[in-house]
């Protein structure tokens, strides 16, 4: 067995998201593990399909196992999205490599890159241009190009951008598993446009909002349409933070002051800004509006105001996620379960009966997972009942 691991969030799962699980396989992957993100996702908004939906269209598409990225670590920054997928994959200690999709396809370009952004000379650079009052992502650019030119460029690209954040997970955690980088080919992250036959999940997401199935069809493996198709067809999708709209902005006008501050990812004095534009927005669009800064990206902000709608506090990240939660397997998948039964070191959880059984925090974890499905349930084009957590049942 050759296992490798990928981390995704396949909303949907398209053409690219097959190209890489094959590419993989070519790399000498004979199973596959997917930790792919739950029902909601780090650009802080609903997925537009299930992670039920999303996981049979993973498995139909090439996966064979695919673990959950609890909710804090599936809707945070990349540096956390990454840390808590990696620390997943870790944990099976059965994985052998990690597979990423890479704009430059260079990993020797990333991984000096990557060590360049840990070296002690770094830090005082990237304090220079935060202070001159650049978003994190630009000023941590802005300080490599001035410090090191020739590793400038994969700070650039979204993908790229992410590699770097796996690779220095699994330095942190001195794991043994390989990283190994897929070229991405087409269309670019969140394009507009087509190319090669590729098209991002951006595009996909924005014809099926639209209507225009046949549009989303041609960029969408034909198993992945039919799961697409039927979640339609139930009233199950699309779903949309629009349709959550006024529930969040209900849940942040009830919360105190005290209570904002302990929102993900808030620093200088953000929560009184936040706290204040509460008051005032009468939209989402128009509290990002009024939220955002030079320093605060927009997805951040929507992250910030998701986590307060769900519950989510700073201090749930502090430490790694604390349970492998089983989606789906194939019979290659289960050929993975069985090794790593013998060798993860997290409780692996394939029930809702077995999560009695996990220590105090995984249960504060899964109970949120749970209580996120709940209000998943109103973002849907029909209004889907509680328990979803309680009567999921295992994807074969």
Not at 163 to 173: F, H, I, N
Not at 278 to 306: G, M, N, Q
Not at 308 to 323: A, I
């Amino acid at each position: 067995m050759r296992i490798a691991g990928i981390i995704a969030e396949y909303n949907p799962f398209h053409r690219g998201h097959a190209y890489h699980i094959q590419k993989t396989r070519e790399l000498g992957a004979t199973h596959i593990v997917c930790v792919m993100s739950g029902n909601f996702v780090e650009r802080g908004e609903p997925a537009m399909f299930a992670k039920g939906a999303r996981v049979k269209a993973a498995l139909a598409g090439g996966a064979d196992l695919i673990i959950e990225l609890p909710l804090p670590w599936a809707m945070a920054p990349a540096q956390t999205f990454a840390r808590g997928g990696v620390f997943l994959l870790n944990a099976l200690s059965c994985v052998d490599f990690l597979s990423f999709g890479s704009e430059c396809g260079d990993l020797a370009l990333l991984t000096t890159c990557s060590k360049a952004l840990s070296s002690e000379a770094f830090p005082p650079l990237l304090k220079e241009k935060l202070a001159a009052g650049l978003p994190f992502a630009k000023a941590r650019a802005a300080a490599i190009k001035e410090a090191y030119p020739a590793l400038a460029a994969p700070l650039f690209f979204p993908n790229d951008t992410l590699a770097l954040e796996y690779l220095a997970a699994l330095s942190a955690l001195s794991s043994p598993i390989q990283p190994v980088c897929v070229r991405r080919e087409g269309a670019g992250h969140d394009g507009t446009e087509t190319a090669a036959g590729f098209a991002s999940a951006s595009f996909v997401r924005t014809r099926i909002r639209e209507g225009v199935l046949d549009a989303a069809a041609a960029f969408l493996p034909p198993e992945s349409f039919a799961v697409l198709e039927e979640e339609l067809e139930a009233g199950r999708a699309p779903a949309g933070l629009c349709n959550l709209e006024r529930a969040v902005l209900a849940s942040l006008r009830a919360k105190t002051l005290k209570e904002l501050t302990r929102l993900p990812d808030l620093s200088e004095g953000l929560e009184n800004r936040l706290y204040d534009a509460v008051r005032k927005a009468r939209s989402l669009e128009e509290l990002y509006d009024l939220v955002k800064t030079k320093r605060y990206s927009h997805a951040r902000i929507r992250r910030i105001c998701l986590s307060g709608f769900l519950g989510l506090t700073r201090d749930l990240t502090e430490e790694p996620p604390p349970y492998l939660r089983v989606l789906g397997a194939s019979g290659r998948g289960y050929e993975v379960l069985k090794r790593a039964g013998k060798s993860a070191r997290l409780p692996i959880v394939g029930r809702y009966g077995q999560v009695s059984s996990l220590d105090k925090r995984a249960q504060i974890v899964f109970n949120l997972e749970s209580r996120a499905t709940d209000l998943f349930g109103l973002a849907t084009p029909r209004i889907q009942p509680c328990g979803g957590e309680e009567t999921y049942r295992l994807i074969k």
